[in-house]
């Protein structure tokens, strides 16, 4: 373990950019149910960058409307609130991911690509939750923070953390057991630490720092199973790999049977044929290139 190494990703952290205010607002707004339209939007009309996404967003192909949306009165309306968090926070995301960008194209994009992926994926699962306790918008959005714990480390150490970075994706593993010996922290654990100082409600922490570990995670915390599924989903479409879920579900029990025996605990019951058909969503999702180019400007 590197001492040096630890100080510099907390000190990493605790100096990363906080959200903007436009984004601590609108999800103050979004996240309380006596909140009105008028309020989001006069929060979110001051920030003439984050209007022109969203309204960049709501006409794209991605939610495929019959007619374009014009002000941000109309998009709040037509979207709903939890559709405009989830396009102002993944803006937010985008541009911390943007910052680290120029030193490190290959990996950033790489990483950004795939948290965007698994949000999807995520979001496609808890679609089809059969008890609908876990809201597909705030799934997305933790999918799409998991792995921010990374970004961190990838900006407080590039060199020696690229090559570890690059490693994982190269064998399509995760080396978070190695990152605690190497650098004495793992990105689980990271991502969890800025949440914590972003304010984030718990199940967002919970899933950025425990999908890895979900069997480590607090009891009543099942967020961190659904993105540890949807992490998996994400890499196999995103390596070409043709696991079905039958495969797919055969392997997580050999390697993993505590994880399967938490789906029982939980009441998920996830069967091959519902991973089957989150692949298959995710795939069609996955064609969509628009899903990727939405926030490069």
């Not at 009309?45 to 996404?53: F, R, V």
């Not at 505590?258 to 058909?277: C, F, G, K, S």
């Not at 969503?281 to 400007?297: G, K, M, Y």
Request: with cysteine; net charge negative; proline share 5%.
């Amino acid at each position: 373990m590197s001492s040096a190494n630890t100080t510099t990703i907390l000190k990493q952290i605790d100096s990363f950019p906080p959200l903007p205010a436009t984004v601590n607002r609108v999800m103050e707004i979004t996240g309380n149910p006596e909140s009105s339209a008028n309020e989001l939007m006069q929060a979110i009309l001051p920030d003439l960058a984050m209007c022109a996404s969203i309204l960049k967003t709501a006409n794209s192909a991605f939610f495929g409307r019959p007619r374009s949306v014009c002000s941000i009165q109309e998009a709040i309306v037509v979207l709903g609130f939890q559709e405009i968090r989830n396009i102002v926070l993944t803006q937010a995301m985008f541009n911390s991911f943007q910052k680290f960008r120029n030193t490190n194209k290959k990996n950033i994009d790489a990483l950004w690509q795939h948290s965007l992926t698994c949000g999807l994926a995520a979001r496609i699962i808890a679609s089809h939750n059969r008890q609908n306790r876990h809201p597909p918008s705030q799934l997305y959005i933790a999918g799409l923070i998991h792995d921010i714990g990374k970004l961190i480390m990838l900006s407080a150490l590039p060199n020696s953390y690229n090559q570890v970075f690059e490693l994982a994706e190269k064998l399509r593993y995760s080396f978070f057991p190695e990152e605690e010996e190497t650098f004495g922290i793992s990105h689980d654990t990271a991502g969890m630490r800025l949440l914590n100082r972003w304010l984030f409600p718990d199940q967002f922490c919970f899933s950025a720092g425990y999908h890895h570990c979900p069997d480590h995670a607090p009891e009543g915390a099942t967020f961190p199973l659904i993105i540890q599924m949807a992490d998996i989903l994400s890499h196999i479409l995103q390596t070409g790999e043709s696991l079905d879920g039958k495969e797919l579900l055969e392997m997580i029990h050999d390697f993993t049977p505590a994880i399967t025996q938490l789906w029982v605990h939980y009441d998920l019951n996830w069967q091959a044929e519902d991973i089957d058909i989150w692949l298959s969503e995710l795939r069609a999702s996955l064609e969509d290139e628009s899903v990727f180019s939405l926030f490069n400007a």
